[in-house]
């Protein structure tokens, strides 16, 4: 794909196991923030393939991404900050709404038992992320650590199968990283879900992911385990530099 | 208060000076006629009401204003045309069938509105500048209008709701006189009121209502989470017209179903900018300012231009609500309630 000529991303081709965590790791401008916005549909590809679940496609669209159960978080925040933690975790519940606009409005029967019955999942959610207590607050008021703990939440709502994480640590002391680490993991093994994440801090990624892709001006530069991405030549001149 | 706070808080009154001043020469504005001998309690206080129920008229179009705004950024300038297009509507069909039947054909006939309006309009011109759409919405106005007239005529129609008519008179053992008030302004306002509170119970309290707060916050990360925008904006377009038509009906009922409803109706553009154009309450307080300061300057402005200047004093209803807002805009270019950019540089 390319930005007003620039070419933010070629030739760039990797896959996604079911369950595994994969890391994406570049320097700043390696063009992976592009990349998950490509996956969940913000981003039109100008040439290649997605394939999801066994099915190829051109491009994807957000709502139709989270239709196939693909969440995803945001690097700079994008929380509804005037809204409730609780409001905010429950958009995320949208989908699985099916009840019409008419009995919401009415307070109908179905759609009350339907609005009870998510918010059931999404008490799950906040007490399984640890943030009970700040149910009620609006988002913008929460400091930033937390405020990236009910993007997660939110995301978490769909249920996904597949959750894009963009830099869900960034910004954060050694005490709040660790607590994000612990939820990623949890989240991976107790719901079975897909991870892709990005991520700068090294021993986090080298930590966590199962298999990391490195990107570097847009291109793929590597793909392994942590220990085989770390022994690369070609990465470690990224990172470093070459002498000239 | 610790000295350090102390600075702090005189700067900040420092900063707000304008704000301060405006609302003294409004309040003073207010008070003038009181203080001078000019009104007696009782009219005061009869102005005073009129001003209110005209301005909750206010509010009800500036909050379908407000609506389309917030969840779609679209500076909808076919609010007023809306509001005529509906009470024109309503008024031609009650002529063939009972007045409920023709109000719920009504609101149909705004509900297929707004889905046409996503369909052929927002839809194709997504992403586009707000200028661009604000064109979009000033041809939309135009249309409606011109569609109203070839359909169902251009003289001066009547709703009867059965409200009643004649005025009463409240408090005589308080003022001398007592104080006139219109039972059909008092039915009206009742209504605005009770639609005010629907509105904001139906968007604390249910989930699609929590779906267009989440869109007007947003849009990408509504999107992300799968809220369908194009969804979203039907509803929106619709709950606008379904605004409308009752201003409309509540309207017509008053004045008549006639062009002219929608220029008055565009009073509501000055109203929503006072508000903030993003907030509810915005929409509602600054239509009751506006309703009462253009009463107040009709007809104690006009009566101290005529002594003092021997002028004429005439028709300052007609720009005292632009004056107000342009005064407002000045000294709090956000509105009343809307929110304060800051932007990182």
């Known amino acids: 794909m390319t930005f007003g000529g620039i070419k933010a991303l070629v030739d760039v081709s990797f896959d996604v196991l079911e369950h595994e965590i994969r890391a994406i790791i570049g320097p700043n401008g390696a063009g992976k923030s592009s990349l998950l916005n490509l996956i969940n549909g913000v981003y039109a590809p100008l040439a290649g393939t997605i394939s999801y679940l066994g099915q190829a496609r051109t491009r994807m669209h957000p709502h139709e991404a989270a239709r196939l159960g693909i969440a995803r978080t945001f690097q700079s925040l994008a929380l509804f900050k005037g809204m409730s933690v609780l409001d905010n975790i429950m958009t995320g519940r949208t989908l699985r709404m099916r009840s ?16 009870i019955e998510n918010r059931k999942r999404v008490e799950a959610i906040i007490e399984f992320l640890e943030i009970q207590a700040y149910r009620r607050q609006p988002v913008g ?22 959750l894009l994480l963009d830099e869900p640590m960034a910004g ?3 005490e709040e990283k660790q607590d994000m680490c612990r939820f990623v993991l949890d989240v991976n093994e107790e719901f079975g879900t897909t991870l892709v994440l990005i991520e700068h801090d ?43 | ?92 069909m009650a002529e063939h069938m009972p007045l409920a039947l023709a109000v719920v054909a009504a609101l149909l006939l705004m509900i297929g509105f707004a889905w046409l309006v996503e369909r052929l309009v927002l839809r194709p011109l997504v992403n586009q500048s707000g200028a661009t759409l604000l064109m979009a919405t000033l041809g939309i106005s135009i249309f409606l209008e011109g569609f109203g007239q070839a359909v169902w005529g251009n003289d001066i129609y009547r709703i009867d709701l059965g409200l009643p008519k004649d005025p009463m008179i409240v408090g005589v053992h308080l003022f001398e006189g007592g104080v006139l008030v ?8 009742s209504v605005a009121a009770a639609l005010v509170l629907m509105l904001s119970l139906f968007f604390q309290k249910t989930a699609t209502g929590r779906a267009l707060r989440a869109v007007a916050d947003d849009h990408l990360a509504a999107q992300s989470i799968g809220i369908p925008l194009n969804r979203i904006w039907v509803i929106v377009w619709a709950v606008a017209g379904f605004v409308a038509l009752v201003a409309g009906l509540v309207w017509g009922s008053k004045l008549g179903v006639q ?48 002594h003092w200047f021997n002028l004429e004093g005439g028709g300052i209803e007609q720009w005292f609500a632009y004056v107000l807002v342009l005064g407002f805009l000045l000294v709090r270019p956000e509105g009343l309630f809307g929110e304060r950019h800051i932007d990182r540089v």
Do not use: C
């Open chain 1, 100 to 115: 019409g606009l008419l009995a919401q409005a009415l307070y109908l029967g179905p759609a009350v038992r339907e609005e």
């Open chain 1, 141 to 162: 008021s929460l400091p930033y650590g937390l405020q990236k703990r009910v993007d997660l939440a939110r995301a978490l709502a769909l249920e996904p199968r597949l």
């Open chain 1, 172 to 174: 954060m002391n050694l």
């Open chain 1, 202 to 244: 090294m021993g986090v990624v080298m930590d966590i992911s199962d298999r990391v892709v490195v990107l570097d001006y847009g291109r793929k530069i590597g793909d392994g385990t942590p220990d085989q991405v770390r022994a690369s030549q070609e990465v470690i001149n990224a990172y470093l530099g070459i002498a000239h």
């Open chain 2, 1 to 92: 208060m610790k000295p350090a706070m102390q600075r702090l808080s005189i700067v900040r009154l420092r900063r707000q000076w304008p704000v301060v001043l405006l609302a003294a020469l409004l309040a003073a504005g207010l008070l003038a006629p009181l203080a001078s001998g000019a009104a007696t309690a009782g009219f005061f206080l009869e102005v005073m009401l009129g001003g209110l129920m005209a301005g909750v008229l206010y509010s009800l179009v500036a909050l379908g204003f407000v609506l389309i705004y917030k969840a779609s950024g679209v500076f909808n300038y076919a609010q007023g045309a809306m509001v005529l297009f509906a009470a024109l509507a309503t008024a031609r």
């Open chain 2, 182 to 189: 219109s039972r059909e302004d008092l039915v009206a306002a």
């Open chain 2, 259 to 306: 062009f002219s409803l929608s220029q008055v109706a565009l009073k509501a553009l000055p109203v929503a900018i006072l508000g903030g154009l993003t907030s509810i309450p915005g929409a509602i307080v600054g239509g009751l300012i506006i309703g009462v300061g253009e009463k107040f300057a009709d007809v104690f402005l006009g009566q101290a231009l005529a």
